[in-house]
């Protein structure tokens, strides 16, 4: 008997590769206790021996927020903050006064031109006319830098707009906050890159049920989540398994400005027709049942073989 994955295309992060999942959820990275670890170790987040232990990196806390450790004899634009850097006492978290705003996917420019979607006070240096315009309404969409990505080790650009947009989920960890997602994000894409030998995470953009999109390989480079496809259509993950249950109303809706953002922008027709992922590939029930059943409601899923 043939069984039917309920694998993304083996997208997933795999629960009981090393059993390292906890720990990487939390930011940490599973290695032999007799290496240095500023943060500290833990105990029980890791598999392997009983000297294999979740090391905590002391500089998460700042990269969270969109900061940088680093001397605090070097310039830092936007001040430096203590007490969320690992290292001596003059290492601290420097805030680049437009990281911010950067963080969320925006740009700090003055408030005189055009911004489409609207400004947002607070999130930019400068004068006070200086504000941070967001690229799209009605969703946060956190930069790789945000969240921490590795450089892709190479990318195609694609022909847009597409006229084909993809919704899976990642079967693996869901997460409700930034911290808890941007974890979940750097280890799927260490999953895709070093495990699967990918270039870059798989995804164009992830979803997590804190409401906030998280950029994967973006708006503009060929994909490795839809087989078949990666080159004509874009898609978005939502983080966690959706089998039996939706994600949040706050991730729905994420999901749904996230596709209104990109034909805004360009990126997409508005004639787009939407599919689940099991739609185009017969042997995953990805994005899930419960999933699967709310996007077939939505105006522009479509039922034709694309």
């Known amino acids: 008997m043939m069984w039917k994955t309920i694998v993304c295309l083996a997208l ?45 990196q002391e500089d998460a806390t700042c990269v969270s927020i969109g900061g940088t450790c680093q001397d605090d004899s070097l310039s830092c634009s936007g001040g430096y903050e203590s007490g969320l850097c690992g290292g001596g006492v003059n290492r601290k978290c420097c805030k680049e006064e437009d990281a911010p705003c950067v963080s969320i996917g925006g740009t700090c420019q003055d408030d005189s031109l055009s911004c489409s ?28 830098a945000s969240w921490g990505a590795k450089a892709p080790k190479s990318s195609t650009i694609m022909s847009t707009p597409v006229s084909l947009f993809f919704v899976h989920h990642t079967v693996g960890s869901s997460c409700n906050d930034f911290t808890s997602c941007a974890a979940v994000m750097r280890s799927i894409q260490n999953y895709h890159m070093d495990i699967k030998g990918w270039s870059d995470i798989g995804y164009s953009f992830l979803v997590g049920e804190d409401g906030a999109v998280y950029e994967g390989r973006g708006w503009n480079k060929v994909g490795a989540h839809t087989q078949g496809y990666n080159s004509r259509g874009l898609a978005a993950s939502v983080m966690g398994n959706f089998m039996n249950r939706k994600p949040n109303t706050a991730a729905l809706n994420a999901m749904k400005n996230l596709i209104q953002c990109g034909i805004s922008r360009g990126y997409i027709t508005s004639t787009y027709k ?14 899930g049942d419960a999933l699967y059943q709310e996007i077939k409601t939505w105006p522009h899923y479509s039922t034709q073989t694309p």
């Open 117 to 144: 979607a609207g400004y947002e006070s607070g999130l930019c240096g400068g004068g006070v006319n200086r504000k941070c315009c967001k690229l799209c309404s009605g969703v946060k969409i956190y930069s790789r």
């Open 274 to 287: 939407l599919y689940g992922h099991r739609d185009v590939v017969s042997t995953t029930t990805c994005p």
């Open 12 to 56: 997933l992060v795999p629960l009981a590769s090393g059993n390292d999942a906890p720990c990487t959820a939390i930011g940490g990275t599973c290695q032999d206790d007799s290496m240095s670890c500023s943060g500290g170790y833990e105990s029980g987040f890791c598999g392997g021996g009983v000297n294999r232990r979740c090391c905590k």
